[in-house]
């Protein structure tokens, strides 16, 4: 690895709310420009082998539509990722934090209520899925922007929650 790559600073501005959202237009982007693919490949086909097309592109776009699912996969990668280090940077102290379950009875332990932690977990084991034991190449997992949009609805939704809890306990504190 290089040096440089070793000695990054990940924390420069901070990751904020605004980052899920961010990264939902990022993929679809990607994704948007893919269909624009897939439609310019079926398109010459169409023209240039008019008879052959059908049986042509019943090979190529299914592998062509496996690609948006791993861009789909990836982004659920990056929400929880921003999630957690919403989490671990905007609400608890400086530590070493393992891994989801510590960040979350972190959250407890400073006096944070967190309603949606089981709806979550089931996003977090599909992340862990994805990264420690991904799918077969041409077996991806099927998500979906929807599915990813649904992440990332959930997400704004428990830290935006969390945030109006930091901010009445600074208002008690002062008190």
Not at 26 to 54: G, K, L
Request: aromatic share 10%; proline share 4%.
């Amino acid at each position: 690895m290089r040096e440089r790559l070793k000695a990054i600073d990940w924390h420069v501005y901070g990751l904020s709310v605004e980052d899920l959202d961010h990264i939902m237009q990022i993929t679809r982007d990607f994704a948007a420009h893919r269909r624009a693919y897939m439609d310019q490949v079926e398109a010459q086909y169409r023209a240039e082998s008019p008879d052959q097309a059908d049986d042509i592109l019943d090979g190529i776009l299914p592998y062509l539509t496996y690609e948006l699912y791993y861009l789909w996969e990836a982004c659920i990668l990056r929400l929880m990722g921003i999630f957690e280090g919403v989490v671990e940077r905007q609400f608890l102290p400086p530590a070493q934090y393992h891994g989801y379950r510590s960040r979350i009875r972190a959250l407890k332990g400073a006096g944070y209520e967190y309603s949606e932690k089981d709806v979550v977990e089931d996003w977090v084991k599909l992340r862990n899925a994805i990264a420690h034991s991904p799918p077969e190449r041409f077996r991806p997992h099927m998500i979906e922007e929807a599915d990813a949009q649904e992440c990332c609805n959930l997400l704004k939704c428990v830290l935006t929650d969390l945030l109006a809890q930091q901010t009445r306990m600074a208002a008690s504190d002062t008190e």
